[in-house]
């Protein structure tokens, strides 16, 4: 650890001198000063180009605009960031899906088993810090005022730990006038959302804003109908959202703000009658941005934040596909898991002569996780009781700056960042047999640079490329937690290591009279590649060491594992373009192929190499179109299509392909009044999100103990929005 902490410290340093090295060796300026722009002090504390504007940056990005967003037919933003160019999500709403099993995945880099793609709201990661998914339910779509992504790991050297597949950002609403406003809608299976919200300025130094939103559906049957029975029900939901901020400029050079949010999400009869889950969630963000000088400036933004999820699951029974009409459920788990999330970072941002964008600073973030979790074998079994405590600490060091080129059109960018984790305070007690396993403490460190350039070739044409190295920690969930369900039991690994990436990718920016075409190659060498898998399989003696470990018994027989499995290759290509042949109409469409695959395995038996990972489809396509035939009119279409692909690494679950294409209509019969709707799979594609499983490799026998789950179907809602 001394080494990389000693290379860190070296580099940022070193990066740190530059600026001031180049103001000491400045001649009088040469050039007209009002040609340097100065930085804007309030939206880098939460930007995801921590100030950078996006589209300067060497890596692929996309920005969409509050306007785009509220024009889209989709609903929830979590169908919204779905429809993003290189962007993977269930193709089940966040309100249908259990609060573990909602991954977000760029580039392949995040799957329900190992998640590295960084989502924050302002700046703030929200990844759960128990099972690193997201809860979408939490984001109303009203409160986006932009979603910004960068799409591979070019952006780690800002934001470290899990931004190995990329980062999205959501950027919440400012106050910027007095008034109010209201919004209503209902739409199918029962599905309404009511919001209010108003902002007053107080003078020209203190805004101040605030709003609720509700949200609630009766939901669709998951189960296809050739399925279900009297237990098997639709998954009802509901989400309530409380948020209030204030801005405050003290004076010309110094910026305040704070944000609080309230989130609790409920969920009935996932799959089964029996199941329930709830999440709640509070958090309070504050930063402060202060000008130095034209050039220069210092920001900073802290967070605190805690929730707690809790599940209800439910086991089959005697059911089975071939036995449908069994109506022996029981409820099979209770768990609940509370947190709490703490973090901040303070860095200084200037621009010196040719050098751009010059950023320094440091950043934390700690979170702690209890789990009570009690799994009953039977409906008169007694419970296996575990409690499992944990911390994980992150600090970063990260230095980044550009450096523009006189009389050449070339930027080169270098980012240097230096990842330190510890995982501490650990321990699973097994409460049936006051087994008590205190974990070892552990930590890690990682020196991970990056480089990049963009080669302005003419007016229309930009090349691009960059190189960089990553680090993503294992979770606390695939370290701590113990789970145990008939005779199969998932055990702890605390020997996890974190997985350290080398990406690679090149881009062409071309741009002409209104049409503008990205196109982007990748390619990732991931080290300790972390999967889930069976380690034994109705093996009573594999099985003993780990269940005498646990405190149980010996009617435990198979174990599941998180493991580092090997090494793997995340590669592919994105083609993404836009025209707007004249003021009224906009088109968008892209391409994205991944191939990602593991190269070694460290148990070639368990874990095969050389097959596409779980949850990586192999090519997505999406097109949108945006009309606006008439002043007060938008008409907006979106596709999104994408081939069969395996949901396990395993090869042993297939989910369906499909089309899915979406209408949506906002129309402003006046100033301050807007009707919309829209429909969601307007073709009713009726496909498994979650396919059938199969009893082996690619095998044609089919698993009569799991129950397929239906996709999204056609959905239609239409509301009305006032502002006062």
């Not at 589209?55 to 609903?75: G, N, Y």
């Not at 800002?158 to 109010?180: D, F, Q």
Request: hydrophobic share 40%.
């Amino acid at each position: 650890m001394f080494t990389v902490r000693a290379a860190t410290f070296a580099a940022c340093a070193g990066l740190a001198l530059i600026p001031a090295l180049a103001k000491a060796q400045d001649t009088p300026p040469p050039a007209q000063p009002a040609q340097q722009a100065p930085v804007s002090l309030p939206p880098i504390t939460v930007s995801a180009g921590r100030g950078s504007a996006l589209d300067k940056l060497d890596v692929s990005t996309t920005l969409m605009t509050r306007e785009q967003i509220q024009a889209l037919p989709e609903t929830g933003v979590d169908q919204i960031v779905n429809r993003i160019p290189g962007v993977w999500l269930p193709n089940i709403p966040t309100g249908q899906l259990h609060p573990t099993a909602q991954p977000v995945n760029i580039r392949g880099f995040g799957t329900s088993t190992t998640i590295n793609t960084l989502v924050m709201v302002d700046g703030v990661p929200i990844n759960d810090p128990y099972f690193r998914t997201i809860n979408w339910s939490t984001i109303p779509k009203n409160s986006v005022e932009r979603i910004e992504v960068i799409r591979g790991g070019g952006a780690t050297s800002l934001w470290g730990n899990m931004a190995m597949g990329g980062v999205i950002n959501i950027i919440t609403r400012e106050p910027n006038r007095t008034g109010a406003s209201a919004d209503a809608s209902y739409g199918s299976y029962n599905t309404s959302t009511a919001e209010a919200a108003g902002s007053y300025v107080v003078n020209d130094k203190v805004k101040v804003g605030a709003s609720y939103n509700h949200a609630q559906s009766s939901g669709y049957n998951l189960t296809p109908a050739q399925y279900q029975n009297v237990n098997l029900v639709p998954t009802a939901s509901k989400a309530d959202n409380l948020a209030a901020s204030v801005f405050m400029t003290p004076t010309d050079k110094l910026k305040l703000f704070a944000k609080a949010y309230w989130n609790q999400t409920y969920e009935d009869g996932l799959v089964w009658t029996f199941a329930h889950n709830n999440w709640s969630t509070y958090r309070l963000l504050m930063g402060a941005a202060y000008q130095i000088d034209e050039q220069s400036s210092i920001n900073a933004s802290a967070w605190v934040a805690s929730g707690s999820f809790g599940t209800i699951n439910v086991a089959s029974g005697s059911y089975t596909l071939n036995n449908i009409n069994a109506t022996n459920q029981f409820v099979s788990q209770i768990e609940a898991s509370p947190s709490a999330d703490q973090g901040g970072s303070i860095f200084y941002e200037a621009n010196v002569g040719p050098l751009r964008d010059v950023k320094i600073g440091v950043d934390g973030r700690r979170t702690l996780i209890t789990d009570y979790n009690s799994l009953y074998a039977s409906a008169v079994a007694n419970p296996t009781a575990f409690v499992t405590n944990g911390e994980h600490r992150f600090q970063g060091v990260f230095g980044q700056g550009t450096y523009r080129f006189t009389g050449v059109p070339v930027d080169i960018t270098v980012g240097l960042r230096g990842d330190f984790w510890q995982a501490l305070n650990a321990s699973v007690l097994t409460q049936n047999s006051s087994t008590l396993n205190v974990v070892p403490n552990t930590s890690a460190s990682s020196f991970d640079p990056r480089v990049g350039f963009k080669f302005y070739a003419s007016d229309e044409v930009t090349l691009r490329g960059a190189i960089y190295r990553n680090f993503s920690a294992p979770g606390m969930n695939q370290m701590y937690r113990s789970f145990a369900s008939g005779t199969s039991f998932t055990a702890t690994n605390p020997n996890l290591q974190p997985m350290t990436n080398f990406g690679q990718e090149v881009g062409l920016d071309f741009e002409w009279k209104g049409f503008t075409l990205s196109g982007t190659y990748f390619n990732n060498n991931l080290n300790n590649f972390i999967d889930f898998v069976t380690v034994c399989n109705t093996n009573p003696v594999c099985a003993a060491p780990f269940i005498t470990t646990a405190g149980l018994s010996p009617a435990f027989t198979t174990i599941r594992q998180y493991q580092n499995v090997g090494n793997a290759t995340f590669q592919g290509f994105e083609l993404i373009a836009t025209w707007q042949p004249f003021e009224q109409l906009r088109l968008m469409g892209s391409f994205t192929n991944t191939v990602a695959y593991l190269t070694s395995s460290t148990n070639p038996a368990l874990v095969r190499t050389g097959v596409q990972l779980g949850q990586v489809p192999s090519y997505m396509f999406t097109a949108g179109v945006e009309w606006r035939p008439i002043e007060n009119l938008v008409l907006t279409a979106s596709m999104k299509s994408f081939p069969p692909y395996w949901n396990d690494t395993g090869h042993t679950q297939l989910n369906d392909g499909a089309t899915l294409i979406d209408l949506g209509a906002r129309w402003s019969p006046a100033k301050d009044v807007d009707i919309y709707a829209s429909i969601q799979n307007l073709t009713n594609v009726q496909f498994l999100a979650s396919g059938y499983t199969l009893t082996s490799f690619e095998g044609s026998t089919v698993s009569t103990t799991s129950i397929p789950q239906l996709g999204m179907p056609l959905t239609a809602i239409a509301g009305l929005r006032v502002r006062f």
